[in-house]
């Protein structure tokens, strides 16, 4: 008896094109593989010196190879090629963040803005210590 309510349930899913396609592996695979372009997007906002630059070189292969892959096979997935666009995107820009970070002298900038900070917030208050005094 459970058995057939399930074919005759699977049987209207798969009649209805839209909902074989939300239950079918060519809807979810991507949907799932979304969280690494997105959360190679948050980090965007994060400090260079967390990014991995052997992780994300691998990444960025791994999304043109398959991003290559998602039109070879029939059907074609297009879904599965805009997650690898936008992963293979995300992740260049992460590299270029890491080589700058690393190779072109970010890091050495930042550390200067980071040691200049306390100077310029105690010039700040000696200013107004001055300005208040003067009144």
């Excluded at 879904?79 to 890491?98: D, E, K, M, P, W």
């Amino acid at each position: 008896m459970a058995m057939a309510a399930v074919k005759v349930l699977n049987s209207r899913i798969r009649s209805n094109p839209y909902l074989d396609y939300v239950c079918s592996t060519h809807f979810w695979g991507p949907a799932s593989n979304f969280g690494i372009p997105l959360a190679a997007i948050v980090d965007f906002k994060k400090d260079p010196e967390i990014i991995s630059g052997r992780m994300t070189v691998a990444l960025t292969i791994y999304s043109a190879v398959f991003a290559r892959y998602a039109m070879a096979v029939q059907p074609k997935n297009y879904l599965l090629f805009g997650c690898h666009v936008i992963n293979f995107t995300s992740q260049a820009f992460q590299g270029f963040r890491y080589y700058n970070y690393w190779h072109m002298g970010g890091r050495e900038q930042t550390m200067k803005d980071q040691a200049a900070q306390p100077i310029h917030a105690a010039a700040e208050k000696i200013k107004e210590a001055a300005d208040k005094s003067t009144r």
